[in-house]
């Protein structure tokens, strides 16, 4: 059941030639399809129920202005969005606080707890000293905390998109930006890849040993650190790199998810009406097509993944990344033909 409320205005300057729609919304999805845990001894794992309180609120602001035109011929037109939406967990079902949407290769999950954003990416935080220096442990590898903690979030603080049209008499040029802002990935190619020792940067400490920066605890008698002195123990590419995933530390696999990609480009030229006079046309446009270009702002360390990844199409997926492809980029050309 879904109860939502929304409201907005539409303005337009200037003789129409900036125009702004701005709405607010907010709504509640209660009584969703919710599988929780019982006693073995009914012989089932799980039982399904309708409970729960999701809330989400948000804005969605459209921009549109033609900041220059020529009468006659140059023109320049533009249209930018702008979308920023909040989403928290006001309740789950009774006695439940935490549900795990999307498991990962690692200890990290996505989850929705009361009280928190839904999509929340938990697990081990890398430990650090005062300064924030990561503990390296006797063995000299890193170590980890002992509580879960909150990584990020798979949810975007904000997306938008930019397009502007340029025309000069029967020549145009459109192209297209998105942003995605604000969200967390988690990378189970990077945990793969870290644990078998086939990411690039791996590399390293496999001839040449050395330590892992860092520093590591002295302790007294009764076990409490007392001061951190830096990190001399010798270490193999091993050590340096799997066994941060063997070790659980989450935080290593979760990855900044903002992007910004040059979506499209389109080049196009329509031929003048007094050149198809004698022909059965009435209308002639022919188009070269670009989409998924160039990556402008992208934060995947050269994985040769995608920050564009959706597991499956349950929501706690949508920051869950195994293997994913890269964007295919592709070139066309279109021909429009009016009668």
Do not use: C
């Not at 409320?5 to 003789?15: M, S």
């Not at 999509?119 to 890398?126: H, P, W």
């Not at 998109?161 to 990935?185: P, R």
């Not at 496999?206 to 990190?231: C, F, W």
């Amino acid at each position: 059941m879904k109860r939502s409320i929304e409201f907005g205005a539409d303005l337009r300057f200037f003789g129409g030639r900036i125009g702004l729609d701005v709405t607010y919304y907010k709504s509640n999805t209660k009584n969703q399809i919710v599988p929780i845990s019982i006693s073995a001894g009914s012989g089932y794992a799980t039982k399904i129920v309708n409970a729960g309180n999701i809330e989400n609120k948000g804005i969605e602001l459209t921009l549109n202005a033609t900041p220059f035109q020529l009468r006659n011929s140059f023109r320049w037109d533009l249209a930018f969005n702008y979308a920023r939406n909040y989403s928290k967990v006001l309740e789950l079902a009774p006695g439940v606080e935490t549900f795990f949407l999307s498991p990962t290769a690692q200890a990290a999950q996505v989850e929705a707890r009361t009280g928190q954003r839904f999509g929340n990416i938990v697990g081990y935080k890398y430990k650090r000293a005062p300064d924030g220096q990561i503990v390296v442990n006797p063995d000299g590898s890193y170590a980890r905390e002992d509580n879960i903690s909150v990584l990020g979030n798979v949810t975007p603080k904000w997306t938008g998109g930019l397009n502007n049209t340029l025309t000069y008499k029967g020549i145009s040029l459109n192209f297209l930006i998105d942003f995605v802002q604000g969200n967390q990935i988690n990378s189970d190619t990077k945990y793969r890849m870290e644990t078998n020792g086939t990411a690039k940067f791996t590399e390293r400490y496999r001839e040449h040993s050395e330590p892992l920066p860092g520093v590591t605890e002295v302790k007294d008698a009764s076990g409490n650190v007392i001061k951190y002195e830096q990190n001399t123990k010798l270490v193999d590419g091993q050590t340096a790199w799997a066994y941060r995933g063997w070790g659980q530390i989450s935080e290593e696999f979760v990855l900044n998810g903002s992007f910004t990609m040059l979506r499209e480009v389109v080049l196009g030229y329509a031929l003048q009406p007094s050149f198809l006079r004698k022909t059965p046309f009435k209308g002639l446009k022919v188009s070269l097509v670009g989409r998924n270009l160039w990556y402008i702002e992208e934060h995947m360390e050269g994985l040769g993944i995608s920050p564009e990844t959706n597991l499956n199409t349950r929501a706690g997926s949508t920051g869950v990344e195994v293997f994913s492809m890269p964007t295919t980029r592709s070139y066309g050309i279109n021909l429009n033909l009016t009668f």
